[in-house]
Every structure is written in structure tokens, then in C-alpha cells.
């Protein structure tokens, strides 16, 4: 079936470090991919998407790009904060599923130290 | 900026009360979702709505229910609340129907309710 692994955390870096979250994941057909982030004590965002193979997906520093051929969407950012403290979700569409549904990873957490 | 509300946002009750959570959204969007996120924060798809009248059972099992009597609405019940409920319950709505900007499956997420029952 389809499914997301995403690195487990938690992630801690210093103010300033590159940053790389891995995700990889099983889908058959053509799905969307996504990165969400959850802020302390709120719900998720969604921070960038990409729906073909090749799209880079880019948000407030982050990016991410849709890599059919090693079925990848690795999250990077070339310089955290520590703003960027969250916990960070991969998901993708489910094409053979319910539309709309998205499976999720089972989430990232990063602590970024000044 | 999404336009999902959650109420309450925390909820401390005792066992065997009855609940609902509260879900509202005022994008017009058809489908609607209930995830339940344990504190190793994965989140479980509990239930989910592809409009009014429609409830559909999600990947984890609840002892919860839901209901869909108006597009912008989707609040959760439990009949008698036990501690083993006690979690993070997000609510979330998406599009149907012909694509926009965003890949259909985009999901606009609500603040959560944090619920402990004693």
C-alpha cells in the first residue's frame, strides 16, 4: 500500500546549520506530495507542496523536491532558526484511496539551539 | 491564511461526561477531517465528510461520532468520555471538484483541542 518514513527525530542543530529532514515514500500512480509543520501547541501548516516529478516546492527558506526516481522529498534549509523549532510532517496524496486523503509520516521533530 | 476553528482549545473533564468538539471552517470546502494525534505526535485519521450528510470512517478506530448537517460544521461527540481518550484532536477541510491553485488533496488544519479526561 501507499505509505511515508520520514527520519525519526528528534533533530537538534545549532542557529545557522543546513538542515535535511529525510522522507521517502511507496505510492502507485501520480500522488502530490506535501510538508506540513506543527508550531508548539498549534495545529499543522502547510509549508510547501509539489504535484509532479521535478517540482521543487520552496517556502520561507525550506525546499523540497519531487524525486520520482528515487521516490523522495527530502526537506532542506540552508540556515535554521530557532523559529524553525517544530515538528515537520511528509505526506502524500493517496491516488488509489478516498480523494483528498493524505497519508501522513509520522513526523519530525527539530529543536533548534541559539 | 486558513479560516478553520477549533473550540475549545483545551478540555480537562471527568470520566463517563459527554463531549463535543467543535469544527468550523468558512472556506466552503466539502471535505472535512477529524485526526486524533497520540504525544509521539502521529497523527491517526479518525473520520472524515465529503459534505453535508456524509460520514465516513477513518484509518484508526474511535468510539467517537460525527455528524455533517451543514457544510461549514463538523463537530465530534463522545457519548462517554474515558481517559484513554485523552489527545490532541485536530480538524481539517480540503476542496473537491475542480482544481485551483492548490492540488485538491491541500489541507487547511485547525488549532486543536487538547483533551484530558480524569
Known amino acids: 500500500g501507499n505509505s511515508v518514513t520520514q527520519m525519526e527525530g528528534p533533530v537538534t542543530l545549532s542557529e545557522e546549520a543546513f538542515l535535511t529532514i529525510n522522507c521517502t515514500y511507496t505510492a502507485t500512480g501520480y500522488p502530490s506530495l506535501f510538508w506540513y509543520v506543527q508550531y508548539p501547541g498549534e495545529g499543522l501548516q502547510l509549508l510547501l507542496k509539489?504535484?509532479?516529478?521535478?517540482d521543487k516546492g520552496s517556502n520561507k527558506g525550506f525546499e523540497a523536491t519531487y524525486r520520482k526516481e528515487t521516490t523522495s522529498f527530502h526537506l532542506e534549509k540552508g540556515s535554521v532558526q530557532v523559529s524553525d523549532s517544530a515538528v515537520y510532517f511528509c505526506a502524500l496524496s493517496d491516488p488509489g484511496g478516498s480523494q483528498g486523503n493524505l497519508i501522513f509520516g509520522k513526523g519530525t521533530k527539530l529543536s533548534v539551539k541559539p | 491564511e486558513a479560516d478553520i476553528y477549533q473550540t475549545p482549545r483545551y478540555l480537562v473533564i471527568g470520566t463517563g461526561k459527554k463531549i463535543t468538539l467543535e469544527c468550523s471552517q468558512t472556506?466552503?470546502?466539502?471535505?472535512m477531517y477529524w485526526y486524533q494525534q497520540d504525544p509521539g505526535m502521529e497523527l491517526h485519521l479518525i473520520h472524515y465528510s465529503y459534505g453535508v450528510n456524509s460520514t465516513e470512517k477513518g484509518d484508526l478506530s474511535s468510539e467517537s461520532t460525527v455528524s455533517r448537517i451543514r457544510t461549514e460544521h463538523f463537530p465530534l461527540t463522545l457519548e462517554s468520555a474515558r481517559p484513554s481518550h485523552t489527545s490532541q484532536y485536530l480538524c481539517a477541510s480540503s476542496e473537491l471538484g475542480v482544481a485551483t491553485e492548490s492540488p485538491l488533496e491541500t489541507q487547511y488544519f485547525g488549532p486543536g483541542t487538547r483533551l484530558t479526561v480524569l
Open positions: 509539489a504535484t509532479k516529478a521535478d
Open positions: 472556506m466552503g470546502h466539502d471535505k
